[in-house]
């Protein structure tokens, strides 16, 4: 609707979902509208729903974009009816979420381990929730290569005959497991001192560096295995073991 009726919304706007962008959608979605308006009356209309990140010079742009506009115009009233019927379930759906979160975070708390996993730095509650739906109760895991498997993180060779391949992950797993550790492992390696060390480490060291991409795969790994430590044991996070054997001073360059 919004690509029909305002096709330049997104040059004034990145994002709908944005605070800005959709008390537009709600109070003022169309060109016809907007254009009989002064910037200073858009931001007024903007300030009981946005604080802070949008100023007079949004608003500008919005007010000049609205009289350039190509979109049509014929049934905006009953577009705006359907945009605002549209934006109301998309609340509704949206507050549903967050209820249907906050209740999936209280049972996962109650899981053994899931308070220490949740503590450790950069590793959130929906990663958590996630890696713990796939892999289950980790009393019945022996060992953590088991956990390792089960996300198709095992290496294999790719060869034939006489050729020697790459080295590679098999992916002989859960993917949804896999893509959670490595949409976990991002944020750990950046504001977690401890991955962000061994990251710095892997890659830098002078045997053997690790490229980067090969680096987040050997912390996945590492990852899975301090979950399943810590989901046998209940312990606290402590990332001076994950550090024993690692020069002294690659670990505070990377600090």
Partial sequence: MIDRYFPEFFDVFGDWEGKAAFCTLKLFPFPSQIVKMTPEEVLRQWKPFVQRGVGIKRATKLVETAHKSIGITIGSHFAQREM???LDQWELFKKQLEELDQELEGVVRTIPGANEMIDITGLG???VTTVLSEIGDLKKY??????VNLAGLSLRENSS???KGQTTITKRGRSKLRRALYLAIRPLVAHNPTFKALHHYYTKRPDKPLKKQQSLIALCCKLLRVLFVIGQKQCQFDGSKLLQ??????????A
């Fill in 84 to 86: 605002s019927s549209l």
């Fill in 125 to 127: 509650v929906a990663t």
């Fill in 142 to 147: 022996k060992h953590p290569q088991q956990l």
């Fill in 161 to 163: 005959g006489k050729f």
């Fill in 245 to 254: 054997g690692i020069p002294q001073e690659k670990t505070l360059q990377a």
